[in-house]
């Protein structure tokens, strides 16, 4: 026989733990003052023990969620979540990063009952053939097969994250508290619909550029990777999203023919065009094999010597590109009084009014207070109306003497 609250479920307790940072049951079981044991039966899908209504609410106050929250099944699904350095990365920061982007998922779930998103325009450019046949030469002509089919041009790509929200891919933003990662991409069990989680630590609009080029790279890419070969395959997958990413963002047929004197100056000034960092330019000549290895290596090591891994020129040129498709979605919700805040946040939302602001771009405190709200001032009783005589003397004009 269960004991406890009928429904809980064990996930999600461990999904609440992860996207509070909380490392194991045991530092949860502190907090809550049980044995670490009692944590480990809640969070065992296999156990008949959950947690009692009084100990839920608990649980929901620690973990800042509605105690519902608990009994909603989590979003997760059977393909991958693209990440980066998977080897160097703190599984805390991991587990944190993948429990934030299930809820941005959730979040989406819930504001498309209300608005219609765009349809998601990723053309099959696969044509048939697996991400693991694919040549230096394939990328670089699905890129320009991108670009036509988006429309832009031979030129600088612009505001990358903007094209992504044109093209029907959820775009969220957050610190990560890392320099290990600094996006990821997923799907969502329930459309299918891409979901972008970017990083906001350290980040400058280059930067944010190609992180954004390199997790819509692995939406055209790798959609249908299973789990297993994502993570064999880790190596092959990150260097065919980061070719694709550059070749999107400087194409073969317009970028290398700017380039007259491959130095560290040429390409600051380009830089000043193409909105991408030196050393991804760097990388980029040597991809397209307009500098060798060799030269390759003195710009990086001159790179180095002039400090630029810890911020190059012109990196706060530009303002930082801001996801707005679920934000304005949510202005548009309650503003035009399809849902009230208040109303969504009792019985559509399960997490913490902060977590949704983070995610959706949306001011901090947005939900505490209503900015269409009318204020009436109240007139004073010995007001007079402009448009009423008040009396007083008519002084003429003086006649012009000739």
């Known amino acids: 026989m269960r004991i406890g609250t009928p429904g809980f479920l064990s996930s ?63 979003f997760h699904s059977d393909r991958p979540t693209f990440l980066r350095s998977l080897a160097s990365t703190l599984v805390r920061d991991l587990n944190y990063q993948k429990a934030q982007m299930h809820w941005l998922q959730e979040i989406t ?9 765009p349809e998601v325009d990723i053309p099959d450019v696969l044509e048939g053939a697996t991400y693991n046949e694919l040549r230096d030469d394939d990328i670089e002509r699905i890129a320009l097969q991108l670009r036509k089919h988006w429309k832009l041009g031979d030129g600088p790509c612009g505001d990358v994250v903007s094209l992504m929200e044109r093209i029907g891919i959820v775009v969220a933003t957050i610190p990560m508290n890392t320099t290990k990662l600094d ?17 906001t630590d350290k980040m400058s609009f280059p930067r944010r550029q190609m992180d954004a080029a390199h997790e819509l790279a692995h939406a055209v890419l790798h959609h249908a990777v299973p789990e297993d070969e994502f993570q064999a395959n880790l190596r092959m997958i990150e260097q065919q999203a980061f070719r694709l990413g550059s070749a999107l963002l400087m194409p073969s047929t317009s970028y290398p023919y700017e380039v007259k004197h491959p130095s560290l100056i040429m390409l600051t000034r380009l830089k000043e065009r193409w909105r991408v960092s030196i050393k991804a330019q760097i990388r980029r000549l040597q991809d397209l094999e307009i500098i060798p290895e ?75 207070y209503n900015p269409a709200d009318v204020v009436t001032l109240k007139m004073k009783d010995d007001f007079t109306p402009f448009d009423q005589p008040v009396g007083g003397q008519i002084i003429p004009f003086p006649q012009k003497s000739r």
């Open 183 to 199: 996006g990821l991409c997923s799907w969502s069990p329930v459309d299918g619909r891409p979901h972008v989680l970017l990083a």
């Open 12 to 74: 999600r307790l461990t999904e609440a733990r992860d996207a509070r940072r909380i490392p194991n049951m045991s530092a949860l079981a502190r907090r809550l003052k049980v044995s670490p044991t009692t944590v480990s039966r809640w969070e065992d899908p296999e156990s008949e023990q959950s947690p009692d209504y009084e100990m839920l609410i608990r649980l929901a106050g620690e973990l800042h969620v509605r105690p519902e929250y608990f009994l909603r099944q989590p």
């Open 294 to 368: 060799e030269h390759a290596r003195q710009l990086y090591k001159l790179y180095s010597a002039k400090g630029w891994s810890k911020g190059e020129p012109l990196d706060q040129a530009w303002p930082l590109s801001e996801p707005v498709m679920l934000r304005d979605s949510l202005y548009l919700i309650a503003g035009n009084g399809v849902r009230s805040k208040a109303d969504l946040l009792a019985t559509e939302f399960t997490i913490y009014p902060r977590d949704i602001e983070n995610l959706c771009n949306l001011p901090e405190g947005w939900f505490g």
């Open 109 to 117: 779930h819930v504001v498309g009952h209300y608005v219609d998103f």
